[in-house]
């Protein structure tokens, strides 16, 4: 057995000579992998292998120095997460055009513990529907399908949509999703093959435009919400925020040359200025940043969509999944983006943005399950002046949270493959934001 200082000594070792090949080999490579070539014994978790992600290309990054919007110089992480049993990585890539073959291949590499099981079993395969980002497997061993659903292995393989990989830091995902599980927010990650990857089914029922609204599980999201908004809340502990980088990088995509030319023609056609997101995100940057906006930094999901939100009758609570997006932001963006979702995606109407009422209750809530989080008074009654600041800041946070997603929608439409009208939707929000920015950002 190996001890906890011999444990950590190795550790850092390996995180030396990893950040060397890093540099080393960053010019050439999207993204490698170092393999250590041996199971060691962690303290109080199963074995794992032992596997380093070395570097992942990466957007523009933060400002330095900017402490007050919370995009800050990144820190290093401390403590965690634990490299030694981040994940296991299969060199693989997906074929969608052999799904049952493909799946087999990933299981077997990334679930060791289920060969003996598929060599008298097979494989069902079905796609879940409703994802526009990437494409995603539920994956059931059919010896399994008779049993109660809490017993049941099922495993989800979440296949990255194309060139998403310039707009996500895969490996800031992976670190998230371990942190996530630590504080039993998320299913357990078995692993990562070279497009995609695979992890735990965490049973419940997906939201829709009407469930979201029923008061009870509007309770749960709120207490779910404010329990992520609770992981980590110093930059230190997490990759900075950089909210409005991603957006400039996005913009960099989409203004480039679009090998289909007549969704570069529809896109023309539809944003006849696109320079003028540039300019859009300079301002909405200084508007933020200003003292006309107040927002803590916490953990936030930053994509709650109705798609993302499971509701597990039997256990009564609800579970947020897809985290790609996830990470250290301003506490009222995921607040101002959870209300935004409910106009939908696929139909999508602002009609259904929720009234301000339904907002203040909310939020009410958000602040007393905040409050209990953080120890304070639970005899104390939430101000009605606190509740209307932070209704304030959320919806001038809906602002932002058009703009980040009219810019992914565009630079979906110039590279997804998936059959979604990502530049009609991009429009809808495009208007909306500009009808927003008045309402709430002309003070």
Not at 249 to 256: D, H, L, T, V, W
Not at 277 to 282: D, H, S
Not at 355 to 379: C, G, M, P, T, V
Request: hydrophobic share 35%; aromatic share 12%.
């Amino acid at each position: 057995m190996i001890d906890k200082f011999s444990l950590r000594l190795r550790s850092f070792r390996y995180f030396l000579f990893a950040t060397f090949m890093s540099l080393l080999f960053a010019a050439d490579c999207e993204h490698c992998f170092l393999f250590a070539g041996e199971v060691i014994e962690v303290p109080q978790r199963r074995r794992t292998l032992f596997c380093l992600p070395l570097i992942t290309r990466m957007g523009p990054q933060p400002e330095k120095g900017d402490t007050t919007s919370g995009e800050t110089e990144s820190s290093p992480v401390h403590e965690s997460p634990n490299w030694e049993s981040i994940c296991s990585y299969c060199s693989y890539s997906f074929d969608l055009d052999n799904v049952d073959g493909s799946a087999k291949k990933v299981v077997e590499n990334l679930r060791p513990d289920l060969v003996e099981h598929l060599k008298k079993s097979s494989l069902k395969v079905q796609e879940l529907s409703g994802g526009i980002s990437n494409r995603l497997l539920l994956v059931d061993l059919l010896s399994d399908v008779n049993l109660p659903k809490k017993e049941r292995d099922r495993i989800l393989i979440r296949v990255y949509g194309e060139e998403t990989d310039k707009i996500i830091d895969r490996q800031a995902e992976v670190r998230t999703l371990i942190t996530l599980q630590e504080n039993q927010c998320a299913g357990r990650l078995y692993g990562v093959f070279d497009n995609g990857m695979c992890y735990e089914h965490v049973p419940g029922q997906t939201l829709t435009a009407d469930s979201i609204r029923d008061p009870h599980i509007s309770r749960l999201i709120v207490r779910e919400i404010v329990r992520l908004h609770c992981i980590y809340q110093q930059p230190k502990d997490h990759p900075a925020v950089d909210l409005f980088s991603k957006m400039e990088n996005m913009y960099e995509q989409i203004s480039r040359e679009w090998e289909n030319k007549d969704q570069g023609r529809r896109f023309k056609e539809y944003f006849t200025h696109p320079e003028q997101f540039l300019a859009e995100i300079k301002e909405i940057r200084e508007y933020i940043k200003s003292p006309k906006v107040k927002s803590p930094i916490v953990f936030c999901h930053n994509d709650l969509l109705c798609g993302n939100i499971l509701y597990d009758k039997e256990e009564d609570r609800v579970h947020f999944i897809d985290f790609e997006y996830a990470g250290l932001n301003y506490q009222a963006y995921d607040l101002a983006n959870y209300f935004n979702e409910f106009a939908g995606v696929e139909d999508c109407s602002y009609d259904r943005f929720p009234s301000k009422e339904f907002q203040i209750d909310f939020l009410k809530q958000y602040l007393e399950n905040w409050d209990k989080a953080h120890n304070r008074s639970a005899n104390t009654p939430i101000s009605p002046d606190r509740i209307h600041e932070l209704y304030v800041n959320v919806n001038k946070f809906t602002v932002v949270s058009h703009l980040f997603w009219i810019l992914w929608a565009c630079f979906q439409a110039k590279n997804s493959k998936i059959d979604f009208d990502f530049l009609a939707y991009a429009r809808i929000r495009y208007d909306e934001y500009f009808t927003r920015k008045r309402e709430w950002l002309s003070d």
